[in-house]
């Protein structure tokens, strides 16, 4: 139903345990409804510890919830308070819980996991499902290799979720590249939920970006070296900076962003070398990354979602260094991407030489652009999600569902 005025409300669950990936998707989706629709509000629940170093735009608001980190091993720790795993789950389901009750959202979109972290969200979305809320589950292009994917969601038993709670699916990208449900025994009822958008178009902020930046990068152009959060980014960066050791003379001269979750160790590493390299430069963290994507002559990068969508709004050549644990994830997105002649792909086979990184980088220059790859509707995602948004937002389908509700007595 309508709040008072024909106000709207969504309310978005950010999974954040690892990097920056979850949140800044959700940012983008936000950014781009409040822009659309003048009446809507947003409100983003997030474990992220660094979302308050994002700017949010009018209407768009988040509410902290205590952090978890997953581990190597792929179990999870409290981020920062020693009270143990199972107390800060409930901590944080008691925290999701009141906060859509007393936010009354008209539409509840969920990130990646049906049931969230360790089902912290089952609870909210079985109260907003008697409410007659709208529920989406958002997932990205790809999760992982089909066989592990089964495993998981049959572990986390998210079927149930997918058949009984979720009235739509929206997967961020394009079948044609990478078909996120692949593999999973899903009766039709589900399947019919699903839509696939295409990605997220990204665009320059029109915040400037840190005032600290190397002046020579003004004057010529660079190459910018992303690892997104940068917890697992060392050995990208690394394989980077031997490249430059081994040859000063490679076309651009280079901005590494090192990602706020890298190691302070190995920060400090990575500053001394780039110290001694007068064409490389280095900075630990940009909110506004997308300006300096924007102003950058290629990219070197991980496989990560939020990066491929930049790369291809962007329309910069690209070589993807790819995550192969503990998820395929990365992998599967650029190896697919690569065979379309949207990337070039580069893994670390034969021990990452540096010979191996700088001839890549030798050859980045003259690499085609993603747009010389005709794709319709690769960049549509924001606009699809926009239209599909509308139909819930109207209110018509949620009035029906109450009505529905009150006819059986409930």
């Known amino acids: 139903m309508r709040k008072s005025g024909g106000q709207f409300r969504l309310l978005i669950y950010s999974h954040d345990t690892f990097g920056l990936g979850h949140l800044r998707r959700c940012r983008t989706i936000a950014h781009a409804l409040v822009d659309r629709f003048p009446r809507l509000s947003v409100l983003i629940l997030s474990g992220s510890p660094i979302i308050g170093s994002f700017s949010f735009r009018n209407r768009v608001d988040f509410v902290r919830i205590p952090g978890v980190i997953k581990l190597k091993d792929g179990d999870y720790q409290p981020l920062s308070l020693d009270i143990g795993l199972d107390a800060i789950l409930s901590m944080r389901g008691h925290i999701i819980r009141h906060t859509a009750e007393a936010f009354a959202p008209d539409l509840f979109l969920v990130d990646k996991e049906p049931l969230g972290l360790r089902g912290e969200v089952k609870d909210t979305l079985t109260m907003l499902k008697t409410r007659g809320t709208p529920l989406v589950l958002g997932l990205r292009d790809v999760m992982d290799e089909p066989g592990q994917l089964a495993e998981e969601w049959e572990r986390k038993n998210a079927a149930p979720a997918l058949i009984d709670l979720y009235d739509a699916i929206w997967v961020y990208g394009l079948p044609q590249i990478c078909n996120a449900l692949e593999g999973l025994p899903l009766p039709a009822s589900v399947e019919a939920k699903v839509r696939y958008t295409g990605y997220l178009r990204r665009e320059r902020s029109n915040l400037p970006v840190a005032p600290a930046l190397p002046a020579p990068l003004g004057a ?149 652009r993603p747009s010389e790859v005709r794709i319709p509707g690769l960049l549509d995602g924001l606009d699809v999600i926009g239209d599909l948004a509308r139909s819930w937002l109207g209110g018509s389908a949620r009035e029906t569902r109450q009505l529905s509700l009150v006819a059986e007595g409930r």
């Open 220 to 368: 010529e152009p660079y190459l910018l070296v992303t690892t997104g959060g940068g917890g697992d980014g060392a050995a990208l960066i690394d394989w980077v900076l031997r490249a430059y050791e081994a040859d000063p003379d490679l076309p651009w001269p280079a901005l590494l962003v090192l990602g706020p979750f890298m190691r302070c160790a190995q920060q400090a590493e990575f500053m001394d070398r780039v110290a001694r390299l007068t064409r490389v430069h280095a900075i630990t963290f940009e909110a506004n990354i997308e300006n300096l994507m924007a102003s950058a002559a290629g990219i070197v990068a991980m496989g990560g979602y939020n990066t491929f969508c930049e790369i291809l709004s962007f329309d910069k050549p690209a070589l993807i260094v790819p995550r192969v644990t503990p998820r395929l994830e990365q992998y599967i997105r650029t190896s697919r991407a690569q065979t379309l002649g949207l990337v070039r792909m580069l893994c670390p086979d034969d021990g990452a030489i540096p010979e191996q990184m700088a001839a890549a980088l030798q050859q980045l220059p003259g690499q085609p």
